[in-house]
């Protein structure tokens, strides 16, 4: 079974919104073995909106429609669905229900237009949306089903996890199975020349994709067949053969994100962490508590821009700052020694560096960075050389120390 | 001119990467006037590529092409292209020293896959990508132009900045211009109602659109016309009193990120902030680090997750803890007042609630957060009932947080 995603929007053409709404349609649905075989993002236009449903209906089973179905002018969706079906709007009492009582509990007064938010093409099912005011609607055409969603993230998913991917997965007949393997301080060409005889003895039936991004590689290996087929243990038998082939750079043998990773490691392990960041300004501490139940192992940390506060919440001493420097490796010790002894943890994180744009000088040019991991056995901190771009070289700095981190303590 | 934007990988299609290059392309096509009619994600596979080629043609005047040149074996974007146009792939001596240079520099080895990347169709303009080491290509077919591009934002970015924007803005003949405010604090609806009257009585070349985000609203106001025309004047106009209709609920009168807003008010004024955070780890802080220049008049923060953290960095009293607990009025006003004296600024943030899943209470469910602001003349401290989801709440905090700063300061 194929499906097509179609998000309505003007924001997405051009640009004011990214979509993330696909990116989790597209997650769940290959969960279940549907492929996506296209998304299309398109305009708030009626023709549009006639036009790219009618391309889909050529090509897929299943078209999931997000967007354009919210109180406002500019949402056309369910008008022009309503009569490319050929129905008329009705006014839908259990609908009108579920919003009158959102807006009650929030103690908000309802309006004209979020009541017109119940009125319903009279020839689909109605989908409640008990996480908004904007329904889903769903239709049966041609032997392929047709699935309007709101364009808010949570509404849609809410409304995929209750209604539409429990339908789905009844009338699936394909299997798609996939492991995920993420590695960390190797390139994507050297990383495939390490694999390359292996991948290509793969069988048809297997595929291996390279997911790049900043400071990683993610290697994904697919296995298609039939639903009553065992893939199983083929895919398996494959990712045991690759993880070998690439233990050296291995962060983890799934998609988890690296933070998750860390956060199990930490929990399993019955250990705690802190950090001490300058350059990243908080943003390893905020990745680490994005996790639920980080709380279990992080204890905290010092977000230490300036000189002073390096001194006053570290203990960093004036001298090693007026000798060498905010980013040196003197300093960066000493912010791991003090962040360890404030917070009385197992493990510590310390990073100094120039994220950029500017800020560099001859012998510290702009992304020179300087990482501590500490313990109460020791301080390892190395030194690296990133890019010129701000938010590349704080991202790059997170990838990396989380990888020190986990090199450390494995 | 309108644009069609084509992306090519599985991983889009399957949900493993978010696209944030079309988001980006569709903004600066904008900026020059050039609509995007439609984006297509498409997977790794030749006839699709041919297919979504096709289809562009007959729809667009500049096909915008990202994706599948890496130098491994799921990329396939040149040699189809390449066999489309007519022609065959020729080693480009440029190409070949630009990449050779590259991995010099870089002291890494070159590999014979990165040698290949040199191999160019001799029927197109080869752009050459000083990012990365696979080069854009350019048509000139049907009298169209067709462009394709790395698949990795910055190289992308790179390509489109010094080739791509410069070639069609010569080429343009619509002009579109956008006025976009932010408010924060009112929901789609009511704002809709707001200036409802306003909005019905929009001239026909004006369009206003609503663009809902986690506890804002943005506002875009739309102008067309021709590439001669004045519509800078009538568009500043309806702006102009727009922002008047939402004065209350206005956060910026531009489309900057909030902590871009509160970066310039901050080093216009000449004054510096500190920030506490607990539920949030360190997101706030992160996030105004993310805004170059930020180190001017941002001193640092303590993410002070456990209550060994609040008493020990923040001297929030024992009995504090004891008897009101960390999600509280009075927990909130000392770690204020402790991140006011430890970073000695003129204004702190400091927050404290539950983020969730888990860790509510009766009194105390998931979702209540406090918020305080403070300054050497007061601290204000609010109370929030946020949601049930740990990543909303916490970008839920930030925009309340900065709203309550905003208004402190203003």
Chains 1, 2 share one sequence.
Not at 54 to 80: N, R, S
Not at 141 to 146: D, E, L, V
Not at 193 to 201: G, T, V, Y
């Amino acid at each position: 079974m194929n499906a097509y995603i179609i998000t309505i929007g003007d924001e997405l053409l051009i640009g004011q919104t990214i979509d993330t709404n696909s990116a989790w349609m597209g997650q769940e649905l290959n969960k279940i073995g549907i492929w996506v075989k296209r998304r299309m993002a398109i305009g708030d236009l009626p023709e549009e909106i006639t036009s790219a449903l009618h391309e889909a209906l050529q090509q897929a089973d299943v078209i999931l429609i997000t967007g354009g179905l919210g109180p406002t002018k500019d949402d056309l969706t369910k008008h022009v669905l309503c009569k490319y079906f050929g129905g008329e709007l009705v006014m839908n009492e259990e609908v009108l229900q579920q919003v009158t009582q959102m807006f009650a509990s929030r103690n908000l007064p309802m309006l004209d237009v979020n009541r017109l938010q119940a009125m319903v093409p009279n020839n689909c099912t109605t989908l409640i949306n008990k996480s908004g005011t904007a329904p889903g609607m769903l239709w049966h055409h041609q032997n392929k089903i047709i699935v309007s969603m709101p364009g808010v993230p949570f509404e849609m998913q809410h409304l995929m996890q209750t209604h539409i991917l429990p339908l789905l997965l009844q009338k699936s007949d394909t299997q798609i199975l996939h492991q995920t393997l993420v590695t960390a301080g190797i390139g994507e060409s050297f990383l495939a020349k390490q694999i390359e005889a292996w991948e290509d003895a793969l069988p048809p039936n297997m595929k291996l994709a390279y997911l790049p991004s900043l400071g990683m590689v993610k290697l994904r290996l697919t296995i298609r067949g039939d639903k009553n087929e065992d893939l199983q243990m083929p895919l398996l038998q494959q990712f045991e053969a690759l993880k070998k082939l690439v233990s050296e750079y291995l962060f983890a043998d799934n998609d988890e994100p690296l933070e998750q990773t860390i956060s199990k490691l930490f929990l399993q392990k019955k250990i705690t962490l802190s950090v001490a960041e300058s350059c990243t300004g908080g943003y390893i501490a905020s990745k680490l508590v994005g996790v639920a139940g980080s709380s279990k192992y992080f204890e905290g940390g010092v977000v230490s821009y300036s000189y002073a506060a390096k001194q006053n919440l570290l203990n960093v001493k004036k001298n090693t700052l007026e000798k060498f420097g905010a980013v040196s490796e003197e300093c960066v010790t000493e912010m791991c020694e003090g962040i360890l002894e404030k917070f009385k943890t197992n493990y510590s994180i310390a990073v100094s560096g120039i994220a950029g744009p500017d800020g560099g000088t001859d012998d510290k040019p702009v992304g020179t960075v300087w990482i501590a991991i500490g313990s109460a056995e020791k301080i390892v901190a190395k030194r690296f050389m990133f890019t010129k771009n701000r938010l590349r070289n704080i991202e790059l700095i997170f990838v990396y120390a989380l990888k020190m981190l986990l090199d450390e303590i494995a």
